[in-house]
């Protein structure tokens, strides 16, 4: 049976590696060269001001919160169903992260957000978990009326749209990864965009230093006699990664559309079994970036559990299947169960527990992801229709009767 193998590493792939390579710059110390092409690429796409490259997806929302000013006592507003890494920076600038419950698509619900915000609040981080928008329009109108930071955490979204505007577009700060499994990746290396100059400067010294920050800081700003040792870190890409997200950035409107025609096709193909929740977007010109097509098990519709059935899946043959592990309520990691082991200074200020996010655990508990490959051939349609049948044939065989 086929197998999905992401990235697909074509020879256009290696060329624009070999050809960075034939440049010789193997290490870029300022915003030229192949990092300008992306980045400039990356913001006019979203409609943003500036953009810049970095190391790591987890790099870039460490970049984001410091640029945001993060401290002590300051509390930041996060999903509680995310991966992990999409709060830990916080525990690196010493702020709070309170985490906030979920909807039914897994996504942070807003109307809880409301109830979370205090006078420490600083911001608000959310994620578009499995590449399915959140409910900007909400978000960002509290945001507004709070005068919070809002952080968009895009690493499984790229090329989504909500409401007729890219994901990215929304929030103060926008952060996506470019990890080996992401839609446009460089194996690994972030990017971070944003409007604000204040951000965009203190982001810069963050994790550069020296030539870029002297070329692009403004001689008038506080932050420029900082420029040549910034916050004493380095955090830049590799130009090689950078090379590789830019060539595969190209091809990224083809892959959406194929995406949502597949997406669309196997929950034409699923409607019919009730037994399932499908994911559908929440307007309808929204577009998910399909990262993974994530389908739930109503409660009590099947006589054993989802990871019970999600390994009878595997076991027809339908290998890619999958529960993530990392990628769950974090209220069920010991790192914010008792981060003070490794962190002293949370001693006392965070300490969830299992049961604390109803909803996000439910969404957990009752998912299994799919992934959805950029093939738009007969072959491929072929593969999703092997898919729905394993499904139908295992949603047959531990259904519930009536009684």
């Known amino acids: 049976m086929y197998r999905y193998k992401w990235p697909h590493?074509?020879?256009?792939?290696k060329k624009a590696v070999q050809r960075q390579l034939d440049t010789e710059e193997i290490s870029i110390y300022d915003g030229s060269?192949?990092?300008?092409?992306f980045e400039a690429a990356y913001a006019t796409s979203l409609g943003r001001k500036y953009a810049l490259v970095v190391s790591s997806g987890t790099a870039a929302l460490h970049t984001a919160m410091v640029a945001a000013g993060f401290g002590p006592d300051d509390e930041v507003i996060c999903p509680a169903y995310t991966f992990f890494a999409s709060v830990t920076p916080i525990f690196q600038t010493g702020a709070v992260p309170i985490l906030c419950d979920a909807?039914?698509?897994g996504n942070?619900?807003?109307?809880?957000i409301e109830a979370l915000v205090t006078p420490k609040t600083k911001a608000v981080l959310v994620t578009h978990m499995w590449g399915?928008?959140?409910?900007?329009?909400?978000?960002?109108?509290?945001?507004?009326?709070?005068?919070?930071?809002?952080?968009?955490?895009?690493?499984?979204?790229?090329?989504a749209i909500y409401k007729g505007k890219p994901v990215g577009f929304h929030g103060d700060i926008a952060v996506f990864s470019l990890q080996g499994q992401k839609i446009v990746t460089g194996g690994e290396g972030g990017i971070?965009?944003?409007?604000?100059?204040?951000?965009?400067?203190?982001?810069?010294?963050?994790?550069?230093?020296?030539?870029?920050?002297?070329?692009?800081?403004?001689?008038?700003s506080p932050y420029y006699e900082y420029a040549t040792t910034g916050f004493g870190l380095k955090l830049r890409a590799h130009p090689f990664a950078v090379a590789m997200a830019n060539e595969q950035f190209q091809h990224l409107p083809e892959w959406h559309t194929t995406k949502q025609r597949h997406a669309r096709y196997l929950n034409e193909r699923l409607a019919a079994y009730d037994q399932l929740v499908l994911p559908v977007p929440r307007h309808r010109n929204d577009e998910p970036s399909w990262y993974a097509y994530t389908?739930?098990?109503k409660p009590g519709a099947l006589t054993l559990s989802t990871q019970e059935f999600c390994a009878k899946l595997n076991k027809a043959g339908l290998v890619e299947a999958d529960i993530p592990g990392s990628t769950c309520p974090l209220n069920l990691l010991k790192l914010f169960q008792a981060p003070a082991v490794l962190f002293p200074a949370y001693k006392g200020k965070v300490a969830y527990r299992p049961g604390d996010f109803p909803m996000a655990e439910a969404f957990y508990a009752s998912a299994i992801k799919l992934p959805i490959d950029v093939y738009d051939t007969a072959e491929y349609r072929a593969v999703l229709d092997e898919y729905v049948s394993i499904i139908a044939d295992v949603l047959g065989r531990y259904r519930k009767r009536p009684a």
């Open 132 to 159: 399915m928008p959140c409910d900007m329009d909400a978000i960002v109108k509290l945001c507004k009326r709070h005068s919070l930071t809002l952080i968009e955490d895009c690493s499984h979204a790229h090329g």
């Open 108 to 112: 942070i619900d807003p109307r809880k």
């Open 9 to 13: 590493i074509t020879q256009a792939t």
């Open 295 to 297: 389908f739930r098990i």
């Open 103 to 105: 909807q039914a698509d």
């Open 192 to 220: 971070l965009l944003t409007d604000s100059t204040e951000f965009y400067e203190r982001s810069l010294l963050f994790g550069q230093y020296n030539k870029r920050c002297k070329q692009e800081i403004r001689p008038q």
């Open 33 to 37: 060269g192949i990092f300008t092409v």
